[in-house]
């Protein structure tokens, strides 16, 4: 009876310490999320508009802060179903359908772009008769950024270019045929909307119902309700406003921001609630849309050292989270970043209606300062 009394005793006390442990690993977690929540309302009530975080791991779950307004005009806050343009998120989503195709045996990675695109595009480009479909998707083509272009930005940004009205074929030869810039060697690592467009043209040509059809059958077959390409459904009322004008105020540039969505091929067009974001990246590096050995690919980086880009994947090593891998969009009316974590297995995404690109940099100064401040939190203290 002894021995049966300390027994209970010993599992009383393991009991109460599992118990004290679950306690203060709760009120840890709700310390953690409260503080992101403030700095989330800080930078709402400060220069951006509406900002959502979605934060999902083993040890955190999953949590959703939201601050700020969809819509400044009627004062209606933004919620965790908003349906955001991606902006260059987009590219990812190429990337894997363009992956799945060379899985499925109907590309192969180092298949020459001559092969699939007209001589004219061909003969327009610097060295594009070198150029393979893994050089698009890593972005070592050495290709001119024609998204970039100074004239067509001052264009369209002065509202006298209307998308609507200029065929991507026109985009290439106007703003991209023949040009070059430093930075852009065949070989070497160049961000360049340029590959992602090419890239839709290719898949245009191999299948019979064009690339459209088969990016919204992608998205379905993997079951994101909730995500859409070149397309937003009426239900959306989500506003998106920027600072073209430079004067740090920001205006509503919803009709521009779904313009470009839309226009944009490959390198942007995808919209997503949050929750759909997070679960197709989430279901993305675990394997379950692409193979192992076509994701290992996707996830050969372009310098294993210093690594920035593999196959439509940033990544980044870094203090103090060590690597991540994922996308980040910048548009005029919008700003999105989608990470994942290896170290943590987590999931951080951060939507906001704010744009910073061709705004002021009070802007991008009040993002960086959020952006930064949550993941310190999350991995500092």
Not at 298 to 308: A, K, L, Q, R, S
């Amino acid at each position: 009876m002894k021995y049966l009394n300390s027994y209970k005793k010993i599992v009383l006390l393991v009991l109460i310490g599992c118990a004290t442990f679950m306690l203060l690993s709760f009120e840890s977690k709700n310390s953690k999320f409260k503080k992101i929540q403030s700095i989330i309302d800080k930078a709402t009530t400060g220069k951006l508009q509406g900002v959502l975080v979605s934060i999902e791991s083993p040890e955190y779950e999953k949590w959703v802060g939201k601050s700020g307004y969809a819509n400044a005009k009627s004062n209606k806050l933004i919620d965790e179903n908003a349906i955001f343009s991606l902006a260059s998120i987009g590219k990812t989503y190429t990337a894997t359908a363009v992956l799945k195709l060379v899985e499925d045996g109907k590309l192969q990675l180092d298949d020459k772009i001559e092969n699939y695109l007209p001589i004219e595009i061909i003969e327009g480009l610097p060295n594009a008769e070198k150029v393979t479909i893994r050089n698009l998707l890593g972005h070592t083509s050495g290709f001119y950024n024609y998204n970039s272009n100074p004239e067509l930005n001052k264009l369209y940004l002065s509202g006298n270019l209307k998308l609507d009205t200029l065929s991507h074929i026109n985009a290439l030869r106007r703003y991209a045929y023949g040009k070059t810039y430093s930075k852009a060697i065949y070989g070497k690592f160049n961000y360049c909307s340029t590959n992602y467009l090419l890239l839709t043209m290719i898949m245009d040509t191999i299948l019979p119902d064009g690339h459209v059809k088969y990016m919204r059958d992608f998205l379905k077959h993997h079951g994101f309700k909730n995500t859409y390409y070149k397309q937003i459904p009426d239900s959306s009322s989500l506003q998106y406003y920027g600072d073209i004008n430079l004067d740090e105020t920001l205006e509503n540039l919803t009709s521009q921001t779904i313009e470009t969505t839309n226009w944009y091929s490959g390198d942007d067009g995808i919209y997503a609630t949050i929750d759909d974001a997070t679960n197709f990246l989430k279901k993305l590096v675990d394997g379950k849309i692409l193979g192992k050995e076509i994701l290992k690919e996707m996830m050969t980086w372009n310098d294993e050292n210093n690594p920035d880009y593999g196959l439509g994947l940033m990544a980044d090593k870094s203090f103090p989270y060590k690597f991540l891998l994922g996308h980040s969009g910048r548009g005029i009316g919008i700003t999105t970043d989608l990470y994942y974590f290896p170290h943590k297995d987590m999931t951080i995404a951060i939507f906001c209606n704010t744009g910073l690109r061709s705004a002021s940099p009070i802007f991008k100064k009040e993002y960086g300062k959020m952006r930064n401040k949550i993941i310190k939190k999350l991995f500092l203290f």
